[in-house]
């Protein structure tokens, strides 16, 4: 079913531009072009994140904390080496990306930990940069239960991941 | 400065630990290494980014992307009351949230913010507190994508056979985010005490 979705999706995008008289050839373009600086955008912090996370690494530093912790997520059905992407997902974008492709390509894109990372990157956002920008934008001072709602969201994304991932793709 | 502090924590973590393991060797290595790594995941899903951003034009320009907006007005009018009739900020939060659902990361934020402005100024002009822009604000940190192309790259980078197998899993966690959200912020709005 699955296969179905995106050539369908992209079908279903090109015959409704055609249909509506779209110039759809010169959006295409222009819109690869966006896509272009969207990559050069998120490069430099990209590289700045997997570099110092492949340190971490590489120091066995995570593989300490991993395995201190996983009794404790275990029972959560989330697996130790996503703890970090979750900590950090709020925080940064990039980072979490960073992360997140670290725990796919360490444990294998198939695996239940890098599918858990995949799903978790994919159903969560840059919390505290949005509050940021939207409280800043309105100037508004007190964001009041912002925060920890927008948090107990992000709670809800990695455990609702984790429990996906195992009833869904198990 | 929060981001400097993480890095620079992260970074005595490595050269500490690095040490006491006796594995300093490897993490220099990976200074190098590392680098490596980013310049290869970003040239593998550069493709994937500028495909969908490509698609995501000519959904805008073809009016698709506004349809989808206009779906979406009963889902606000539900969420946000009487502020989801009147007529501008409800065009801008349904500009907003058929962005994000689209993954339109770009086109999601003007729409999102020109929304707050106008649900702050509602509010301002009853005299009430500002609940239907926190809500605004805590539906766009969890928000709902259909199509997670990044992370779908990056998996096909890493050589997974199926790399949108995981969207099923995605929808569910995601609207099982946003859900949780709305309703923290809707019991939040009503027991927060102080400003």
Same mark, same amino acid.
């Given at each position: 079913m699955t296969n179905y979705i995106v050539p369908v999706l992209i079908l279903f995008i090109l015959a409704h531009g055609v249909a509506s008289g779209t110039n759809v050839y010169s959006a295409l373009i222009?819109?690869?072009? #966006?896509? !272009?600086?969207?990559?050069? +955008?998120?490069?430099?912090?990209v590289l700045v994140m997997l570099t110092i996370i492949a340190m971490v690494r590489a120091s066995g530093t995570i593989d300490l904390? $991993?395995?201190?912790? &996983?009794?404790?997520?275990?029972p959560l059905g989330i697996p130790a080496e996503c703890l970090p992407l979750a900590l950090l997902r709020p925080f940064s974008g990039s980072g979490a990306l960073s992360v997140g492709s670290e725990v *796919?390509? #360490?444990?294998?894109? +198939?695996?239940? $930990?890098?599918? *858990?990372?995949?799903v978790m990157?994919?159903?969560s956002e840059t919390s505290f940069y949005t509050i940021a920008v939207y409280s800043a934008y309105i100037k508004?001072?007190?964001t009041r239960? $912002?925060?920890? $709602?927008?948090?107990?969201? +992000?709670?809800?994304?990695?455990?609702?991941?984790?429990?996906?991932? #195992? !009833?869904?793709?198990? | 400065m929060l981001m400097s502090r993480v890095l620079a924590a992260l970074l005595l973590l490595a050269v500490v630990f690095g040490t006491l393991t006796g594995r300093m060797a490897d993490v220099a290595l990976a200074a190098?290494?590392?680098? #490596?790594?980013?310049?290869?995941? *970003?040239?593998?899903? &550069?493709?994937?980014?500028?495909?969908? %951003?490509?698609?995501?034009?000519?959904?805008?320009?073809?009016?698709?992307?506004?349809?989808i907006a206009n779906m979406l007005r009963p889902v606000i009018v539900w969420l946000f009351g009487k502020y989801g009739r009147d007529e501008q900020a409800a065009e801008a939060i349904s500009q907003n949230m058929a962005a994000n659902l689209l993954g339109l990361g770009s086109a999601a934020t003007p729409a999102g913010l020109r929304a707050a402005k106008r649900l702050d100024e509602l509010a301002r002009r009853d005299g009430v507190r500002p609940d239907s822009v926190l809500l605004l604000i805590v539906i766009n940190t969890a928000s709902v994508q259909l199509l997670p192309t990044t992370v779908a790259a990056v998996r096909a980078a890493y050589g997974s056979p199926n790399p949108y197998d995981i969207l099923p899993a995605v929808w569910v966690s995601s609207v099982i %985010?946003?859900?949780?959200? *709305?309703? !923290?912020?809707?019991?939040?709005?009503?027991?927060w005490r102080g400003k």
């Open positions: 222009d819109g690869a072009k #966006q896509g !272009l600086t969207v990559v050069r +955008d998120i490069f430099p912090a904390i $991993a395995n201190t912790l &996983a009794p404790v997520l275990a *796919i390509a #360490q444990a294998g894109p +198939d695996s239940t $930990a890098g599918r *858990i990372a995949a990157l994919g159903s508004m001072k007190n239960y $912002a925060v920890p $709602a927008a948090l107990g969201a +992000d709670v809800a994304a990695f455990l609702a991941s984790a429990a996906a991932v #195992q !009833l869904l793709m198990g | 190098v290494s590392g680098t #490596q790594q980013a310049v290869e995941l *970003i040239l593998s899903i &550069a493709g994937t980014i500028c495909l969908w %951003s490509a698609l995501m034009e000519v959904m805008n320009r073809s009016g698709l992307a506004l349809r %985010s946003v859900a949780v959200g *709305i309703f !923290l912020a809707r019991i939040f709005g009503k027991i």
